[in-house]
């Protein structure tokens, strides 16, 4: 079950020690200690050789107007590795949210609400829509996988819950805009630790971010909308409770979109 | 009212703040501004994000054209429908536009790239509108965007008219919005608000508010000025009227802007990315801040002006940056009007201090300019390095953010009829009985944006207000932010700001956007009269609004 309180240190809490020594054994490249001795620039150097450091958080452009992220190294619930760049953002249409399992803070009414909104996505979800849940507390997989199946979300389309270490987490909630200075050190606090979701669609660069403890509907509008206004998932309990008394344009052609000229 | 020293301010959020001194600061505009950029630790903007150089001055200011109503013999097609309108026939329409949102490029200067932007009539600022109380008009606003631009921006639009008295199937209401190949038809009834001539607005703006994209599509091009007169102000400095403000007139239009005096000036800041093509740091949840101060759509552009008075509508676009503007030599000035409404009287000032969305009306006497000097500049001495709020450091004004250059020509030999009276108009009372007192407090949450810690849903109503009655309204900011906080379809008043009575001074007047700086407090009077529905009030800062710091408001029966 999930009430281990992993809010506190690792060196004060042998449990939790234990508990995520798995994960630890995932991560620790050879020779490099993740536990103090090194560096967070040199880890996550080592952890992102692709992405010059341009800083905490930092992305950059390619040439087709797609962001680059930091190529992080994470596990999922089934301890399966993945990058955060290449298999978790590149292509893909998500919403992101940050928590941890024994967080009894704000994270079981996100999950809630992720999860509902989540049913009113429907068959969208998995494809072309995936729901990411990012530990904030070195959870490990079996931890993860755990309170999955506790939600009842082990299995279903399109979810993923994923660990990595906190520089590697910390650097991808900064990517997503999710810091604030005077919290920066207290993201395992339930207290304070964000409630944003990021919705991305990263062929687009279309972004936007909703609170995570609003109305789950919300949630689902705002993944609704990342896509094309021609090409959005049809999704029921989603509508807007008024009318805008908006008619169609007789006769009307799609343009099609500009380019910058230098 | 005026900066000489560190005892006299008028605003009240004024007190708090500090001089800066000598030279430890950097000099000029783009060092200022470029400092800014580097210190502020923007988690989430791109490696590149820096602007490249820009010649300042190298362009002259830009004008909109006006919105052009259709000829009297053409008609919309479809035709509106009455139906879908409150009090449609008894203001009905005597003028009838027809404005499409579509997309344009953009060249803010010739060193940066023409970028895509979304344009009301092809114009970025959008054309302007020239209104006339009495004058019900219909706007028909056709969405033809493209179904998806690539980066910032959404398809999807809503026009709101800021501090327009409009019912709310009109107002822009953020759910309201509606995709490409469709329109919507808005009535601007053109009405005081209660029929009260005092209640008369002068300088409001236009901009999209569609829910969540509300920044995103207002840094892409979608805001333009909408402009009211009546018989007071009646935009004519010679109008033979003995009522008549003859206030400094003439609102340019696209490029006929000679003979012009009175100028609406957009103030906003933008972001380049090195092939000078338009970026938004779409992730920061604090809010974007440029590194190029825009007037007009222009970076740094230079005015031709005479020698004799102007009237410039100043207005702070975001989308959240605030302003303390000044004149480079310390010039003093009459502020006219705040948020767009005229004041009691004129308020003799050397400084305006706006934040987003806040409008301010000042006269400028250019014939005061001594003899000889023949270039002025207008400045922002206010430093700001995060988009959550200003810092309390006032620039010298040597070492300000220089946004626009005034050319001083000789003079012309036409007489300057213009003038700025010692009264304009008049408050209204606040004598509708007051039935209750709501509190909202503008806070952060887990990294939320919250308004009584409760986030916005288009589908819950969070007040219900009964028309035509008023209410005493205690908004504030807790933490360490400031919140500009903007109220839909009726201005207020301001009773006391933090606990002391505003009965004088520039706060003394209508409003509709109300800075809050961090822990300030505020009580309103609140009135909603005439419409009924749906209707916003939200932080302006337009990055919070997205993320649901808006108060859904119902006003019934």
Redesign the interface.
């Known amino acids: 079950m999930i009430q281990q309180d992993k809010t506190r240190s690792i060196a004060a809490d042998g449990g939790a020690l234990d508990r995520r020594s798995a994960l630890r054994a995932l991560l620790i490249p050879a020779g490099a200690a993740v536990l103090g001795g090194c560096s967070t620039a040199t880890r996550l150097v080592q952890q992102a050789p692709d992405v010059?450091d341009?800083?905490?958080?930092?992305?950059?452009?390619e040439p087709d107007?797609t962001?680059r992220f930091r190529n992080h190294v994470l596990y999922d619930q089934d301890g399966r590795k993945v990058r955060f760049h290449d298999d978790l953002v590149r292509g893909q249409v998500f919403a992101a949210s940050f928590g941890y399992v024994s967080c009894r803070?704000?994270c079981g009414r996100i999950s809630n609400n992720m999860l509902e909104a989540s049913a009113l996505l429907g068959g969208a979800m998995g494809n072309p829509v995936r729901f990411y849940n990012f530990s904030l507390a070195e959870d490990s997989p079996s931890d993860m996988r755990e309170a999955m199946e506790f939600r009842g979300i082990y299995g279903k389309p399109g979810w993923t819950y994923l660990t990595g270490s906190p520089e590697a987490i910390r650097d991808i909630r900064?990517?997503?805009?999710?810091?604030?200075?005077?919290?920066e050190d207290t993201q395992g606090d339930p207290?304070?630790?964000?409630?944003?979701v990021?919705f991305g669609n990263h062929a687009?660069?279309?972004?936007?971010?909703?609170?995570?403890?609003?109305?789950p509907?919300?949630i689902a509008r705002?993944v609704v909308?990342l896509?094309?206004?021609?090409?959005r998932p049809q999704v029921v309990g989603t509508e807007?409770?008024?009318?805008?008394?908006?008619?169609?344009?007789?006769g009307?052609t799609?343009?099609?979109?500009?380019?910058?000229?230098? | 009212m005026k900066i000489s020293s560190a005892d006299g301010f008028g605003h009240p959020a004024m007190s708090r703040r500090r001089f800066v001194g000598g030279t430890a600061l950097a000099t000029g505009a783009f060092a200022i501004i470029s400092r800014s950029a580097r210190a502020q630790?923007t988690?989430?903007?791109?490696?590149?994000f820096n602007s490249p150089a820009t010649t300042p001055w190298v362009w002259p200011l830009a004008f909109a054209r006006h919105a052009v109503p259709l000829p009297a013999w053409k008609r919309l097609?479809?035709l509106p429908?009455p139906a879908?309108h409150q009090r449609y026939d008894e203001f009905a329409p005597v003028k009838f536009y027809d404005m499409t949102v579509?997309?344009?490029?953009s060249r803010p200067h010739p060193q940066l790239?023409?970028?895509?932007a979304t344009a009301y009539q092809g114009s970025v600022p959008g054309v302007t509108f020239m209104g006339r109380y009495g004058e019900p008009v219909l706007c028909r606003v056709?969405?033809?965007?493209?179904?998806?631009?690539?980066?910032?921006g959404?398809?999807?639009i809503?026009t709101h008219v800021h501090n327009g008295h409009h019912a709310s199937?009109s107002d822009g209401?953020p759910?309201?919005?509606?995709?490409?190949?469709?329109?919507?038809?808005h009535h601007w009834p053109h009405i005081y608000a209660g029929g009260d001539w005092r209640e008369a607005k002068g300088t409001l703006w236009y901009h999209d508010h569609r829910m969540?994209?509300t920044a995103q599509n207002t840094y892409r091009g979608l805001a333009g000025f909408f402009l009211l007169f009546d018989h007071l102000d009646s935009g004519d400095e010679n109008d033979p009227s003995l009522d008549a403000f003859r206030l400094p007139s003439g609102v340019p239009d696209g490029s006929r802007w000679r003979g012009c005096y009175d100028i609406p000036l957009v103030f906003t800041d933008r972001r380049y990315?090195p092939?000078?093509?338009l970026v938004m740091d779409?992730?920061?949840?604090d809010g974007h801040l440029g590194d190029k101060y825009l007037v007009n759509g222009r970076v740094q552009p230079y005015f031709e002006v005479e020698r004799r008075k102007y009237r410039f509508r100043l207005l702070d676009g975001g989308p959240s940056r605030y302003y303390l503007f000044a004149m480079s030599n310390g010039m003093s000035f009459q502020h006219i009007a705040n948020d767009g409404n005229l004041l009691p009287n004129p308020i003799e000032t050397d400084h305006v201090d706006l934040g987003v969305a806040e409008r301010a009306d000042i006269v400028v006497d250019f014939s005061q300019v001594p003899e000889g000097v023949n270039e002025l500049y207008f400045v922002n001495r206010l430093l700001q390095v995060s988009g959550e709020k200003p810092t309390d450091t006032i620039l010298p004004l040597a070492e300000s953010g220089q946004l626009l250059k005034f050319i001083i020509r000789p003079e012309t030999g036409v007489p300057d009829n213009s003038q700025v009276p010692s009264s304009l108009r008049p408050l209204p009372e606040m004598n509708t009985p007051v039935v209750r007192t709501r509190d909202f407090r503008f806070n952060r949450?887990?990294?939320?944006?919250?308004v009584n810690g409760n986030?916005?849903?288009?589908?819950?109503t969070d007040v219900t207000f009964k028309r035509g009655t008023a209410e005493i309204w205690r908004i504030s900011s807790s933490g360490?932010w400031a919140h500009p906080v903007h109220m839909h379809m009726e201005e207020n008043r301001i009773l006391t700001y933090n606990r002391k009575p505003v009965d004088s001074g520039i706060l003394n007047c209508r409003k509709d956007v109300f800075n809050l700086y961090p822990g300030d407090e505020m009580e309103l009077y609140v009135r909603f009269r005439d419409w009924l529905g749906?209707y916003a009030m939200h932080c302006h800062n337009t990055v919070h609004e997205?993320?649901?710091m808006m108060v859904r408001i119902d006003v019934v029966p």
């Open positions: 010059a341009g800083g905490l958080g930092r992305t950059r452009f107007g962001r803070g704000i900064c990517s997503f805009g999710f810091f604030d200075a005077g919290e207290a304070t630790h964000t409630g944003m990021r687009l660069d279309k972004w936007s971010s909703c609170p995570g403890l609003g109305n509907a919300n705002s909308w896509f094309p206004s021609d090409r807007y409770e008024g009318s805008n008394n908006a008619r169609p344009i007789p009307w799609p343009p099609a979109p500009l380019t910058a000229q230098g | 630790v988690p989430g903007i791109g490696v590149d097609d479809p429908i879908a579509s997309e344009c490029l790239a023409a970028s895509p056709r969405n033809h965007l493209p179904a998806s631009m690539q980066g910032f959404s398809s999807d809503i199937e209401w759910g309201d919005w509606y995709g490409p190949g469709q329109f919507k038809d969540d994209y990315d092939n000078g093509q779409v992730m920061n949840m949450r887990n990294g939320m944006w919250t986030v916005f849903d288009h589908n819950r360490g749906r997205d993320h649901a």
